[in-house]
């Protein structure tokens, strides 16, 4: 559970406070809402509801190692899916690494909430504009854009984005950790006990609108994925030992900080993305039989 329950709360609630004047003041109000929706895909995951815990495991993580030969990634999931396959069918050498369940899918279950959330937005337009009824629309908006949250959340914990979840695997020149303790310390021991949404309100900052928001939200996971070392080193001087140190609450509020500029931009973008005309949907050509 990246972060924890009050690491994404405190992501959504930093969010939805810096959501500007220009975006629908409905959503501006249900601070409340977004900030409790940060955590709910976690909550999806009790092994009570099987079908539902086996089909979304996977979007809560890539493993970018994984994958460093596929630059760039492919947008969409399924020809993401191929690739890998084709890889596996290639490789001798533990080819079931390569299954994506396996790799995990965090910029895809991403980008189709993102869609999701974009496609309410022009429905919102719509309805407006012809003076009809918004209240459905209204919840539907606020529900896919906490949604879009947790996921956004987990790829600013740079533990998300690696191999090395949760104790060091392979190769130890600097004698990290090998127990698997870091992932829980870090993301909800520490932060729970230590950091407040407050704490890294004030690094977030206005929104910008994103030219490509696949490939800026897959050079985010990159760049999260560029500071594990930097997760290891700290957990290893005790930076995530009760109090911690001024060091990692450095790191940890700018990682959370992080990961709520990265979920307003894309806020900000689906919403100003939707003025933009689409064409109609095709009419479908007439079955014969």
Same mark, same amino acid.
């Given at each position: 559970m990246a972060w924890g329950n009050e690491g994404h709360t405190a992501i959504n609630r930093v969010a939805a406070q810096k959501i500007p004047a220009t975006m629908p003041i409905f959503l501006r109000r249900a601070v409340v809402e977004i900030a409790y929706l940060g955590p709910e895909p976690d909550r999806w995951? $009790? &092994?009570?509801?099987?079908?539902?815990?086996? *089909?979304?495991?996977?979007?809560?993580f890539i493993d970018l190692e994984r994958v460093s030969w596929l630059d760039p990634l492919p947008q969409g999931r399924y020809e993401f899916y191929r690739k890998l +396959?084709? !890889?596996? *069918? #290639? %490789?001798?050498d533990h080819p079931d690494d390569y299954l994506p369940e396996h790799v995990?899918?965090? &910029? +895809?279950?991403?980008?189709?909430?993102?869609?999701? /959330? !974009?496609?309410?937005?022009?429905? =919102?337009?719509?309805?407006?504009? #012809?003076?009809? &009824?918004? /209240? *459905?629309?209204q919840r539907t908006?606020?529900? +896919?854009?906490?949604?879009?949250?947790?996921?956004? *959340?987990?790829? $600013?914990?740079?533990?998300? %984005?690696?191999?090395? =979840?949760?104790?060091?695997?392979? &190769?130890?020149?600097?004698? +990290?950790?090998?127990?698997? %303790?870091?992932?829980?310390?870090?993301?909800?021991?520490?932060?729970a006990a230590n950091i407040t949404a407050k704490d890294f309100s004030g690094l977030? !900052?206005?929104?910008?609108? /994103?030219?490509?928001?696949?490939?800026? =939200?897959?050079?985010?996971?990159?760049? $999260?994925n560029g500071m594990v070392d930097n997760v290891y080193a700290l957990e290893k001087a005790g930076g995530f030992t009760g109090k911690g140190t001024p060091a990692a609450f450095d790191f940890t509020t700018h990682r959370l900080a992080a990961g $709520?500029?990265? /979920?307003?931009?894309?806020w900000y973008t689906a919403w100003m993305e939707s003025a933009v005309p689409v064409p109609e949907h095709p009419t479908p050509p007439p079955t014969t039989k």
């Amino acid at each position: 559970m990246a972060w924890g329950n009050e690491g994404h709360t405190a992501i959504n609630r930093v969010a939805a406070q810096k959501i500007p004047a220009t975006m629908p003041i409905f959503l501006r109000r249900a601070v409340v809402e977004i900030a409790y929706l940060g955590p709910e895909p976690d909550r999806w995951r $009790s &092994p009570s509801e099987f079908a539902l815990k086996n *089909a979304q495991e996977a979007d809560h993580f890539i493993d970018l190692e994984r994958v460093s030969w596929l630059d760039p990634l492919p947008q969409g999931r399924y020809e993401f899916y191929r690739k890998l +396959y084709e !890889k596996r *069918a #290639a %490789t001798t050498d533990h080819p079931d690494d390569y299954l994506p369940e396996h790799v995990g899918l965090q &910029p +895809y279950i991403t980008m189709e909430v993102y869609g999701r /959330l !974009k496609a309410a937005f022009r429905e =919102y337009r719509q309805r407006v504009a #012809a003076h009809q &009824p918004t /209240l *459905a629309v209204q919840r539907t908006i606020v529900f +896919y854009a906490g949604w879009l949250g947790h996921y956004v *959340a987990d790829g $600013s914990q740079p533990l998300h %984005t690696t191999i090395q =979840y949760n104790g060091w695997v392979g &190769p130890n020149p600097n004698g +990290y950790t090998t127990q698997h %303790t870091i992932h829980g310390q870090f993301e909800s021991t520490y932060v729970a006990a230590n950091i407040t949404a407050k704490d890294f309100s004030g690094l977030v !900052k206005s929104p910008d609108r /994103l030219d490509d928001p696949f490939t800026s =939200y897959v050079a985010y996971l990159r760049q $999260s994925n560029g500071m594990v070392d930097n997760v290891y080193a700290l957990e290893k001087a005790g930076g995530f030992t009760g109090k911690g140190t001024p060091a990692a609450f450095d790191f940890t509020t700018h990682r959370l900080a992080a990961g $709520s500029q990265m /979920l307003l931009d894309l806020w900000y973008t689906a919403w100003m993305e939707s003025a933009v005309p689409v064409p109609e949907h095709p009419t479908p050509p007439p079955t014969t039989k």
